[in-house]
């Protein structure tokens, strides 16, 4: 028997719904037990955000400051072969819960020499937030043996005006004009296609060539220019983060004038520089398309 821990957290449910797409055919194994495990802030995020609230949680994304996590029914059980962690990028970072609970002593004992995939439902801009879940699964001696990335297919501009509609009023759409936000239903379907090299590489104890058989099937979907745009978006966060929690911690009022201007000056970046930055970038790329596709294939990588 083979046993598989799913630790996730979501707040649309988007993000257990994809877990659940690739973990139906290992249920459906009889030699393989499937267990997850949601992890549960002890003040938990709001759904649907308020505008403050969404952009108020920016510094504490990106410098990583951890919340309280209940971890008192973590799974006590230590048997598991595999482990999958589902988890989105807030700010070019993962999501706080999930970094909380990766900075936790119980993350650090449970994962130490385990083999752990990477489970992403984002809208299109992960690779900075994944740089650092690599980094914790390194730190606490476990080994990234996959990664899945199922991002909104749907151009940026557009995904971006879509989740504002999502996130702030807690409904997919469509929306007459606009498609719907987030990972497509047909997608978050297929991402059962993935289970099968899972499967193989779990029951063999052996995930040597797992990452590139997920590549051939699709799993990681990556632009160059949205990549490109990141790096640099986040260097420009880190600024702004911490002018912001020189104001205060998470929700003080005092720095609420600072994330207001935040907010506008994001908006500004993404619909008024990042058109031409996005130009730019494409050009760069057919420029320095050795240098570009390695860069690719590193992020594909795990
Ligand atoms: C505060 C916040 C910031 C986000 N920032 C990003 C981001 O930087 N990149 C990205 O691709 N998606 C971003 N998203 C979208 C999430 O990654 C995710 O796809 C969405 O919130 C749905 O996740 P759920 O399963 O928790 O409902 C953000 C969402 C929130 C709530």
């Known amino acids: 028997m083979k046993r598989v821990l799913i630790i996730y957290y979501t707040q649309s449910g988007q993000l257990k719904q994809i877990a659940d797409s690739l973990a139906e055919p290992l249920i459906r194994d009889e030699n ?36 309280e996590i209940n971890l008192d029914d973590f799974p006590a059980k230590n048997d598991y072969d595999l482990v999958i962690l589902a988890y989105q990028a807030w700010y070019l970072s993962p999501a706080i819960p999930v970094s909380s609970f990766l900075k936790s002593d119980v993350a650090r004992n449970f994962l130490a020499g385990r083999k752990v995939i990477t489970l992403l439902g984002v809208r299109n801009m992960w690779v900075m937030a994944q740089e650092y879940v690599k980094g914790w699964i390194r730190e606490h001696k476990a080994q990234l043996v996959g990664n899945i990335v199922l991002t909104d297919k749907a151009h940026n501009l557009v995904s971006v005006l879509t989740i504002k509609k999502w996130l702030m009023g ?3 759409g469509p929306y007459n004009i606009l498609p719907e936000a987030g990972v497509s ?36 979907g990556l632009k160059y220019h949205l990549m490109q745009m990141e790096k640099n978006a986040l260097r420009i966060f ?65």
């Open 170 to 172: 807690g409904n997919k």
């Open 32 to 67: 393989i037990a499937v267990d997850y495990y949601r992890i549960k802030p002890v003040e938990d995020y709001p759904f649907p955000w308020t505008s403050d609230g969404f952009f108020d949680c920016m510094p504490e994304s990106v410098e990583k400051v951890p919340v």
């Open 238 to 302: 880190r600024i702004w983060a911490k002018l912001i929690r020189k104001k205060g911690e998470a929700k003080n009022k005092k720095r609420r004038m600072r994330v207001r201007l935040f907010k506008y000056y994001l908006l500004f970046i993404i619909f008024v520089v990042s058109p031409a930055a996005s130009a730019v970038f494409v050009v760069k790329r057919y420029l320095l398309y050795p240098l570009a596709k390695k860069q690719l294939r590193y992020y594909r990588e795990v």
């Open 185 to 220: 239903e047909k997608d978050i379907k297929d991402a059962s296609r993935f289970a099968g090299p899972v499967i193989t590489a779990l029951k063999n104890n052996d995930y040597e060539g797992l990452q590139d058989e997920l590549i051939v099937l699709g799993a990681v």
